[in-house]
């Protein structure tokens, strides 16, 4: 049954535009009401982009008049104008808006290098400083494989970056000739007895390690016991391998992406 149009006031539409994935959600006061996530293609037309996000919207139960607000966030800058485009034909009277500099003075947390960081980092710090507070560092398993760490004055005082489980495996695959993709899941035991067991023990099992070394690390260097958030498609897998990672939440990106535009719109 599809949500009646005045109980649905003041609608949020939040994209997340990452080189792997699009992710996005439709948010009525604080709720997620659904979400989506659809493969990154920078060869996709704004009217390709429409067509999807128009068919997603209607199959979730989701009226499309009822969103006036839209928060985009893209590490992919070929996709900005595309996107932009697809917005303001399938959503005319929507205000959007974009995450970045420009609107980096109004967040809860501070942005030490504005121009050094991806709008997803900070839309993921924004979250998990609104729930978890300073000294907490947030973990994304996407793409790439990122640490950013929110210090004791609530700002956010670095990045640690390594490349992401899926792209070290497919880089893998792509540069030796008897590799193949593999799925990633824990294996059996760290000593494979077959190929895909023995690539899924390497990666799995060290990049848990990787997980644990760059939290300890940073823990020592700031001399404070952090708060370990993990987001992004992979976390659940690496997260009970790891000592470190107590917390996981899956929408914390779209998550920030509502708190920004909240304190935008302030």
Not at 79 to 84: A, E, Y
Not at 237 to 250: H, M, W
Request: net charge neutral; hydrophobic share 45%; proline share 5%.
């Amino acid at each position: 049954m599809l949500l009646k149009t005045d109980t649905l006031k003041k609608m949020l539409l939040a994209i997340d535009i990452g080189n792997t994935n699009i992710v996005f959600g439709v948010n009525n006061k604080g709720e997620w009401l659904n979400h989506w996530r659809i493969q990154t293609d920078p060869l996709k037309m704004a009217d390709e982009y429409r067509v999807i996000f128009s068919s997603l919207l209607s199959d979730g139960d989701i009226y499309i008049a009822d969103i006036d607000q839209i928060v985009i966030s893209s590490v992919v800058p070929s996709l900005v104008h595309p996107f932009t485009e697809m917005l303001a034909k399938l959503l005319p009277g929507a205000s959007i808006i974009s995450v970045g500099p420009d609107i980096y003075h109004k967040l809860p947390v501070k942005v030490l290098n504005p121009y050094q960081i991806g709008s997803d980092l900070v839309s993921n710090a924004v979250a998990a400083f609104n729930k978890f507070g300073k000294l907490t560092t947030i973990i994304d398993f996407g793409t790439a494989l990122t640490f950013t760490t929110i210090g004791k004055n609530a700002e956010i005082r670095g990045v640690a970056i390594a490349p992401g489980l899926q792209t070290a495996v497919s880089a893998l695959a792509g540069k030796t000739a008897q590799l193949p993709q593999i799925h990633l899941t824990p294996p059996p035991s760290v000593l494979g007895e077959n190929t895909v067991h023995a690539i899924q023990s390497g990666v799995i099992f060290g990049f848990s390690g990787l997980v644990d070394s760059i939290i300890e690390r940073t823990q020592s260097e700031l001399g404070e016991k952090l708060t370990v958030v993990a987001t992004g498609g992979l976390s659940s897998i690496i997260a009970p391998l790891t000592k470190n990672i107590k917390i996981i939440e899956p929408m914390l990106t779209l998550d920030g992406l509502y708190l920004i535009n909240t304190n935008v719109l302030k």
